[in-house]
């Protein structure tokens, strides 16, 4: 039986083990929610020897503000693991600078050719089974990049944490530069691109979230704490068809979304020359159109057309 003590209420009930398992894909809950249900099933049961008992009345609960301390409840987290992993394929290329130079001397040159261009990285998550909470940095997940989108040297921090919303995007700048010098040769015209190459990660995660500790809730009306409730045992808050389930470490819950990420991996610098037409090229379709323009002397001038006029004579009979 709970305890009334000093206006602290004292929850150690237990759940029947016993009951059949459920489906492991239970969905998002808010731990927010399961708090104030089990305290609101109290207060309805308990209103009248706790509330009444101290104040001489009870209250409508809808008229309560309720107030959660989360502080001394902690949540521990295993390390992320990455499934269903859709590597790589083939990175794809993005021309981010081109600029053509031409060298219409008989002499080599050489050019400086300098760029800065920037691209931005995107990762995003989005959890589809799990628990969301209210702004408590204790309760936030943190979720690492998985090792292959690391290793590209994309810009993305390790970890990102995901806080009060089941999705999340990130954006990092990445900074691309070149700077050399390209030789010209004479009687050419040389395209230079700055090509940036990207690829793309899709992959599903799970992370197992253990919870320790205990939650308060303490109901005030009309600035006046009413009543404060203390959930010793988890386990009256969290129950198995919410999707918790409990092992030698205690309650746990399991978090599992996907990943996204395109991001930039490379760079390089592509060259492409043609020779320009020379002098004796110029002069050969000159004499081609010459010849075309000789070759039409002889042919008979086009005669004008002839316009038949005809006349429309009206019959009235």
Not at 95 to 121: C, G, H, M, P, W
Not at 149 to 164: D, H, I, N, P, W
Not at 208 to 218: H, Q
Not at 223 to 228: G, R
Request: with cysteine; aromatic share 8%; glycine share 4%.
């Amino acid at each position: 039986m709970p305890r009334l003590i000093d206006n602290l209420v004292h929850f150690n009930g237990k759940h029947d083990e016993s009951s059949p398992a459920l489906s492991h894909k239970m969905g998002l809950v808010n731990l927010r929610d399961l708090v104030e249900a089990t305290a609101h099933k109290w207060y309805k049961d308990n209103e009248k020897d706790s509330t009444k008992a101290k104040w001489g009345r009870t209250y409508n609960w809808k008229e309560l503000v309720k107030e959660i301390d989360w502080r001394s409840l902690k949540v521990r987290h295993d390390p992320v693991i990455y499934t269903d992993l859709e590597m790589p394929g083939a990175p794809k290329n993005h021309i981010l600078f081109r600029s053509s130079f031409l060298n219409d001397t008989n002499r080599e040159q050489d050019y400086n050719l300098k760029a800065v261009r920037r691209t931005v990285s995107t990762c995003s998550f989005s959890i589809f089974e799990g628990y969301t909470t209210e702004q408590t940095a204790s309760l936030e997940l943190q979720v690492p990049l998985p090792k292959c989108v690391l290793e590209a040297s994309t810009g993305f921090r390790r970890e990102y944490t995901l806080e009060q919303s089941r999705d999340k995007q990130v954006e990092e700048e990445l900074t691309w530069s070149v700077e050399s010098n390209i030789r010209i040769p004479g009687m050419s015209q040389t395209t230079a691109e700055l090509i940036v190459q990207e690829d793309e990660y899709h992959g599903t995660f799970e992370i197992k979230s253990y919870f320790v500790g205990e939650i308060r809730v303490k109901l005030y009306k009309d600035a006046q704490e009413i009543l404060s409730l203390e959930f010793g045992d988890l386990e009256d808050l969290f129950p198995r068809e919410k999707g918790f389930r409990k092992d030698s470490r205690g309650i746990y819950r399991i978090t599992r979304g996907e990943c996204k990420a395109r991001f930039g991996i490379s760079q390089k610098v592509e060259l492409h020359a043609k020779p320009l037409p020379t002098q004796d090229t110029n002069h050969r379709t000159i004499q081609q159109q010459d010849l075309r323009k000789n070759s039409m002397k002889d042919l008979p001038a086009p005669s004008a057309p002839v316009t038949i006029l005809r006349e429309l004579v009206a019959t009235i009979n």
